[in-house]
């Protein structure tokens, strides 16, 4: 979280559940739109890996039965995930053509070491970037190839045509869909519960002294629902984190948000209590990315 | 009458199998079935309709002291797969009849829920956090969703009851 607020890179949660997706324009995002009936991802990917090997028939590429496509049977290039309505399905699966693979691998390795929840766990796959095997491979060439693939296996004649996905005539109601989906509620008030046991490193500077802490902290919808703080007593007085814990109750597990509501808080205090009280806040907020 | 009904309907479903049975032979015959883990179909509140009730998305509805207990059908979780999140909604919304209130994820697909009726959600599972496999363990019992109140109890009337729904199933298959 901190690399990608530094990058100013935006958090999405998506709909069709799974793991995270890191994209940039050098990722392409495919989504098949099918009813109920007609759902099936196999075939979709078949879409993809007849396109590439159409355009590149050196490449060697196979979707897995967990619908993953991988680049000589080890580099991830695709992942999929979908979402079933009433009548409806759709499908949608990432392509990686040239995406900046140094900030996809920094950017989905967490940041908070310590999470315990009984999300499923992720399971990290070496990608690789089509470029990387078939450097000639355009990008239009590729979009192409997939309209004409596509065509053919479902017996379509149809043409590329570009929208904008923010049209409001063209789809009614989008306007609102976006800002729910990129609400906290939706993004992060969804979020299993989870737990934070981590070693809190604390710093005195002017004093040159150091001492180890502990942090139990336990989150719910994105809330913090109870938080403790196991610090030397020789280090700050015991009113103090727990009073600060107390202070994070019910507050999001969010750096910002923690910031406003431990200011006021260290307004109390002075000199050698304010300076370790600075840094055990710093050293918190860091935890909460 | 709730009763009786009930039990015509199960001996409609034994019968290809077994020969008539008298009534107290079907009342017994009702308890071993749900004793043995079948879908829960009668419950003997005074008043309320209190048989099972099913949508054609395959949710069920049951209903007690005038709150729906909701859950997903055994084929409907059998068509999921293993259910690794369940994206309940928040007690205290409220829910129009076919509003979706949430999502199953599964390996096939994030499945969406449909409130089979409206009312206003009082409790969700919250079992299935840690658990969500329990809805294909145990898809009518300790695997339920949600508990409602039920605004509009002319609905309830209009949803399928076990043998319709059965029926319902046959016809999809072919």
């Known amino acids: 979280m901190p690399a990608m607020r530094r990058a100013m890179i935006p958090l999405a949660r998506r709909r069709s559940g799974g793991g995270t997706v890191y994209h940039d324009l050098g990722n392409l995002n495919l989504t098949f739109f099918a009813s109920k009936k007609a759902y099936d991802r196999q075939r979709n990917l078949k879409v993809v890996t007849e396109a590439l090997r159409r355009v590149c028939p050196e490449l060697d590429v196979q979707a897995t039965d967990r619908f993953d496509i991988l680049l000589k049977g080890h580099h991830k290039i695709s992942g999929t995930a979908s979402r079933l309505s009433r009548k409806s399905s759709y499908h949608h699966c990432t392509l990686l053509h040239s995406a900046d693979r140094s900030a996809l691998s920094s950017l989905l390795r967490p940041s908070c070491t310590g999470i315990q929840s009984n999300a499923t766990p992720s399971v990290p796959s070496p990608v690789a970037n089509l470029t990387d095997h078939a450097p000639s491979l355009q990008w239009e060439e590729l979009l192409e190839a997939l309209v004409q693939q596509y065509n053919s296996e479902f017996g379509l004649t149809s043409a590329l045509t570009p929208v904008s996905p923010s049209d409001e005539s063209l789809f009614p109601g989008v306007g609102n869909m976006e800002a729910e989906l990129r609400s906290w509620e939706w993004t992060f008030g969804k979020t299993p519960k989870f737990r934070v046991e981590t070693q809190l490193e604390l710093r005195d500077e002017q004093l040159a002294a150091g001492c180890s802490a502990y942090l139990h902290m336990e989150v719910k919808n994105g809330l913090v629902e109870s938080c403790r703080m196991d610090i030397p007593a020789n280090w700050l007085p015991l009113r103090l984190s727990s009073t600060l814990s107390e202070v994070l109750l019910g507050e999001r597990f969010c750096p910002h948000r923690a910031a406003a509501a431990l200011t006021v808080f260290l307004r109390s205090e002075s000199g050698q209590l304010h300076r370790r009280l600075c840094n055990l806040c710093e050293v918190l907020l860091a935890v909460m990315g | ?135 294909n363990k145990s898809c009518y019992a300790d695997g339920w969703l949600i508990k409602m109140t039920i605004e509009k109890p002319e609905e309830l009337h209009k949803l399928m009851d076990q043998p319709a729904y059965d029926k319902f199933i046959k016809s999809l298959e072919e």
């Open chain 2, 1 to 135: 009458m709730a009763m009786r009904a009930a039990l015509r309907c199960l001996s409609v479903n034994l019968s290809p199998r077994l020969p008539q049975l008298s009534s107290a032979a079907q009342v017994s015959a009702t308890r071993l079935l749900c004793r043995s883990g079948f879908p829960r179909t009668l419950s003997t509140d005074s008043g309320q309709c209190t048989a099972l009730k099913f949508t054609e998305k395959h949710e069920w509805v049951l209903v007690e002291s005038g709150i729906g207990t909701v859950g997903i059908s055994k084929y409907a979780q059998e068509a999921l797969g293993d259910v690794v999140y369940c994206g309940l909604p928040e007690v205290g919304q409220r829910l129009e009849q076919m509003d979706e209130f949430g999502a199953l994820e599964s390996v096939k697909a994030a499945s969406e829920l449909y409130s089979p009726l409206t009312g206003e959600v009082t409790a969700i599972n919250t079992e299935l956090a840690g658990n969500p496999g329990l809805v």
